[in-house]
């Protein structure tokens, strides 16, 4: 059955998106800024799936007789994991729906577009995406987004009428048009709006500002106009749609971006949009894209970098969105404006400042959130550190970020150790390498020679499920708890086919069991030898410690009263636990930087000029030692 044949009610049924605050920021924040501050806050996304006849779920073909729920509960601040092609790095299906970490997976569209259709567009059945890149739908939410939020390179300038991605075959430009098929073809949970996000050196131009923050507002106008969802029915706005805040580093121009969302609609703009009074009203939550403020250094007069400016002195064509009625009405009227230039030849002669700072990260971001209500979920992508993260929970009151920095570390041979809040008996050598500067390293370089026969588990900080003689948190992942399996292990239809209850190799209803952890040796061995499964093992257990971390901060806050006091124990309240988290574990992560190095060895250890190269390190006294 084809995607053109389905009943439209079966196709354009979308699964309804929702956020609480079960704290509220004003609870942990100062009165001067109620907004932000750490905050508790629960997703739940409601999903009707159909049931077919005989009562089971089911994808298009058999007729549908009733529907059931599905409701995926994700509990804030916590963090969605990035994929590439849809697959989550060094990750099978099975592992992704056996592990509990694995709740928000995000699609970056674009490195599908190296065919046309794109071959996501082609799956049928309620569920396309999840179908068709094997996520289930009870355990996963899924978001699209054009653009990978974590590639930093440099692209093409966006046009009027189009955003330039990158995929396996170049760069594509990807209209509003296109946009919008390719969502309702693969219908996501949440989807990102496309909006005027430069992929270019910083810094830009006023005229560039203006211009993305006005075509950010175009588009999200056009795209949220209405569609029938069913048959005859009224139009509706279906789409869970997350919008991506414009400005750069220009805190005049995030706010006037973010004024324009709540600004009410009237005439044609409200008659675009109907039912809806303001564009805000069609939009599920904010996000925002660290990676594009770090593509490089910002003007040395951005009102942020530099305390001393005014930004009331910011220009008009900046501090307003435009106020012409067709720019929210029709978005293709912006073909007519010409594109500018990136840079102007003015701040090409520009003394750069330095890069932004952790505290003008987080004004920024308030700019952007202090015309908006507080009730809607806040996501950051391209954060690099816990210590950025637990900083932007404290200063921002963000509740999603990505988990890139943790798999990155994982590619590098990094196996994650540490823990939020931090012990009260302190830190020991079980949780990582002591720095100069007092502070330990956030994980283990596996790669380093000393682990060659170390025999511990991969994390000082966490127990095995099978180690019942130590308080400390359980790892749940498969290389700390690894479990036996209970029945025969079904793989695909083949294996169905071939597989008979009661004959050879079935274990019956075999109790399932915990097996001892894999050591750090084993790993070490793993990566040495070029294994794949050395990287498997470490992302598995450092998506289990960043869930682990991510709970510890959920725990403090729900420990915390407004008074800034603790229930039912003593517990010191969240900025000073950041504080304590700040002075233990070093921030400039020394580990990835050697990690990564040692990667660069390993690699190159086989192949054309290994023994030039062997020769060479042993005329210069052996391989320099990276740690301090």
């Not at 309804?16 to 605050?21: E, G, I, K, N, V």
């Amino acid at each position: 059955m084809g995607q053109q044949d389905q009943p439209e009610e079966l196709v354009m049924r979308f699964p309804a998106f929702s956020f609480s605050l079960v704290a509220t920021a004003s609870a942990f924040a100062s009165s001067s800024r109620p907004k932000f501050g750490g905050r508790l806050g629960k997703i739940i996304l409601k999903r009707q799936h159909p049931l077919t006849e005989d009562g089971s779920a089911e994808g298009s073909d058999p007729p549908v007789k009733q529907t059931t729920e599905h409701i995926i509960d994700l509990d804030t601040p916590n963090f969605l994991s990035t994929t590439s092609r849809g697959v989550v790095p060094h990750l099978s299906r099975d592992h992704c729906n056996s592990m509990s970490a694995l709740r928000w997976v995000h699609i970056p569209f674009e490195s599908f577009l190296d065919h046309t259709p794109p071959v996501p567009t082609l799956q049928c059945g309620p569920n396309p995406l999840h179908t068709f890149l094997g996520f289930s739908t009870s355990k996963q939410l899924l978001s699209l987004s054009l653009r990978d939020p974590l590639d930093a390179r440099e692209m093409p300038p966006n046009g009027n009428t189009y955003v330039s991605a990158n995929c396996i075959r170049g760069v594509r430009k990807v209209t509003l048009a296109d946009w919008h098929k390719y969502t309702l073809a693969t219908r996501p949970d949440l989807v990102f709006a496309l909006s005027d996000i430069p992929f270019t050196p910083l810094p830009h131009s006023q005229k560039r500002i203006t211009k993305s923050i006005e075509r950010s507002a175009g588009w999200l106008a056009e795209f949220l106009r209405p569609h029938k969802t069913v048959t005859n029915s009224a139009p509706t706005h279906p789409l869970n749609i997350l919008v991506q805040m414009p400005g750069g580093t220009s805190a005049a121009a995030r706010e006037a971006f973010a004024r324009g969302l709540t600004e009410t609609l009237h005439d044609r703009e409200a008659e675009a949009v109907k039912p809806l009074r303001c564009l805000d009203d069609g939009v599920a939550g904010y996000a925002f894209d660290l990676v594009t403020l770090r593509a490089g250094p910002g003007p040395a007069d951005d009102p942020v970098i530099n305390p001393s400016a005014n930004q009331l002195d910011a220009p008009t064509e900046v501090a307003e969105i435009k106020e012409a009625s067709t720019l929210l009405q029709d978005s293709n009227l912006l073909a007519g404006i010409p594109t500018p230039s990136t840079v102007c030849a003015q701040e090409l002669i520009t003394v750069a400042a330095p890069p932004l700072s952790a505290s003008a990260l987080s004004t920024l971001l308030r700019s952007s959130l202090a015309p908006l209500p507080p009730t809607k979920p806040r996501l950051v992508t391209g954060s690099c550190s816990p210590h950025e993260v637990l900083e932007l929970i404290r200063d921002v009151g963000v509740d999603v970020f990505d988990s890139g920095w943790a798999v990155s570390a994982a590619s590098a041979g990094v196996a994650l150790d540490f823990v939020f809040p931090v012990p009260s008996e302190g830190l020991n050598a079980k949780n990582g390498r002591l720095r100069l500067s007092g502070r330990r390293d956030l994980g283990h370089n596996i790669y380093d020679t000393e682990y060659a026969h170390d025999f511990a588990r991969l994390a000082g900080s966490f127990a095995a499920s099978s180690d019942k003689s130590t308080a400390l948190p359980v790892c749940p992942c498969f290389a700390c708890s690894p479990p036996s399996s209970s029945s025969h292990i079904l793989h695909s239809s083949v294996d169905e086919q071939s597989y008979s209850p009661g004959g050879e190799g079935d274990l019956g209803k075999a109790k399932a069991t915990i097996q001892p952890p894999v050591t750090r040796a084993y790993v070490h061995h793993l990566l040495h030898t070029h294994e794949m499964s050395a990287h498997t093992l470490l992302v598995a257990h450092n998506l289990a410690v960043l869930d682990a971390f991510f709970a510890g901060v959920r725990r403090v806050l729900s420990h915390q009263t407004a008074d800034g006091a603790s229930e039912g124990q003593t517990a010191l309240p969240l900025p000073d636990e950041i504080t304590r988290f700040l002075d233990a574990y070093d921030r400039n992560m020394l580990v990835f930087d050697e990690a990564k190095h040692a990667w660069l060895d390993v690699d190159r250890a086989r192949g054309k000029g290994r023994l030039a190269r062997e020769k060479g390190k042993e005329s210069d006294g052996g391989s320099i030692e990276g740690s301090q």
